[in-house]
């Protein structure tokens, strides 16, 4: 068994590239309403490999999760408790704070994407998404940390552990 697997391993790529499957090309599907009630279907061409898509998804993933995180605090809900809740233990306002930080840097990443792709050379943007971005994120979840220390709830164990014990001399 395990010697067939290795094998299909082997030939799927080979296979693959010689009979290319007509999902595999690099389109999508239009649906268009008709008179009869129902929809024509016809194939439009997408390509994922384009250049314009590779320097607008960070972009778009960017207003997606800041629209996120926006529209459910504006609704009440704020995603974050729900994703760091088991390891952030914060107030009610500590938490849509936080939520509003990192859904605005959400859309200052996005913005920013836009300028430096638009302004300078594809290499420079390739180095400022791959060096750039990640040392931002960490420097912004850096300066939330005072917010996080002065809305974190104590746990009662933790100040328990705070006190001296009456058999410590003091």
Do not use: C
Not at 35 to 63: M, S
Not at 117 to 133: E, H, L, N, P, Q
């Amino acid at each position: 068994l395990m010697i067939l697997g290795s094998v299909g391993w082997i030939m799927t790529p080979a296979l693959i590239a010689e009979y290319p499957s007509p999902m595999m090309t690099p389109q999508t599907f239009h649906f268009t309403p008709n008179d009869q009630n129902g929809y024509d279907v016809t194939r439009v061409p997408f390509y994922f490999d384009d250049d314009l898509f590779i320097k607008l998804k960070p972009t778009i993933v960017n207003i997606l999760f800041g629209s996120g995180l926006l529209v459910a605090l504006a609704m009440g809900r704020p995603l974050l408790p729900l994703l760091l809740d088991s390891v952030l233990q914060l107030e009610e306002e500590g938490w849509r704070k936080l939520t509003l930080r990192w859904g605005l840097f959400f859309y200052l990443l996005a913005g920013l994407n836009e300028i430096v792709w638009r302004s300078f050379s594809t290499d420079f943007w390739v180095s400022f998404k791959a060096f750039g971005i990640m040392p931002l994120t960490m420097v912004f979840a850096l300066s939330q940390v005072p917010l996080i220390l002065k809305y974190e709830i104590k746990s009662p164990e933790a100040s328990e552990d705070d006190k001296p014990s009456p058999s410590d001399p003091a």
